[in-house]
């Protein structure tokens, strides 16, 4: 069965440093998507991006993030100065044109800032 | 502000129970419900249900959609150790591309 693949599945960064969290889409898939949950609360939007470039982006989404497909397969997250509040499980997702069969989620990057 | 609810937070039960979770919404522009279930990491996808009424079966998982009362249920019936899991419930509308998560509920199922 396809699947969205994310790596690291761990990083530890130190506060101020900049991480890339990186994902491959199912590959017949157009719409892209990053996720994150703190450690116990929801999980929340943070991006979507469609044909090459963002089609939405919630609240948390700030200067500080910025996501990227650099060539046909990969998808990232870079976040350029990293807080401690940043810290939490980023999911990447994946879906078709018309998430018939839902979204599918990635296993997740844990950033850890300290 | 659309706002997507679970309930309970956390249940414990014994292999072979049935059990049932909520999930109730209040969102504006309503398009799909999904359930997903979360072990260490991936959501992994369950059901999407857009239709009131019409029960989607997987097994020993059901799950369906009321649009009139805004609330879906998932059952699982004979449990075993490896439902354990949080489950996710969301919702999906139109004119965004966001999905809304609850906070989940923890199912921990005892032999």
């Given at each position: 069965?396809?699947?969205?693949t994310q790596t690291p599945s761990h990083q530890v ?6 991480v890339i969290l990186r994902c ?10 990053w996720?994150r949950q ?38 990232t997250l870079?976040i ?8 939490a499980m980023y999911f990447c ?13 990635g296993s997740g990057t844990r950033l850890t800032?300290? | ?40 990491k991936a ?69």
């Amino acid at each position: 069965e396809p699947e969205v693949t994310q790596t690291p599945s761990h990083q530890v960064t130190q506060m101020g440093q900049e991480v890339i969290l990186r994902c491959v889409p199912i590959s017949n898939h157009l719409y892209f998507y990053w996720y994150r949950q703190i450690l116990g609360q929801k999980v929340e939007f943070l991006v979507s991006f469609y044909n090459n470039e963002i089609s939405e982006k919630s609240e948390i989404f700030d200067d500080q993030f910025s996501v990227e497909r650099p060539d046909g397969s990969n998808f990232t997250l870079k976040i350029r100065s990293t807080k401690l509040e940043d810290s939490a499980m980023y999911f990447c997702a994946s879906s078709d044109l018309v998430a018939q069969y839902g979204y599918t989620f990635g296993s997740g990057t844990r950033l850890t800032v300290v | 502000e659309d706002k997507v609810v679970q309930s309970p937070l956390s249940l414990v039960v014994h292999e072979g129970d049935t059990v049932t979770l909520n999930c109730s919404y209040e969102v504006t522009n309503f398009r799909s419900l999904l359930w997903y279930k979360q072990e260490k990491k991936a959501p992994t996808f369950l059901f999407m249900l857009t239709s009131s009424g019409i029960e989607k079966k997987s097994g020993r998982l059901s799950s369906i959609l009321d649009k009139k009362e805004l609330f879906s249920i998932l059952n699982i019936t004979a449990t075993q150790t490896g439902d354990s899991a949080i489950y996710l419930c969301a919702v999906d509308l139109y004119n965004t591309d966001k999905l809304i998560f609850g906070t989940g509920t923890r199912l921990q199922v005892f032999p």
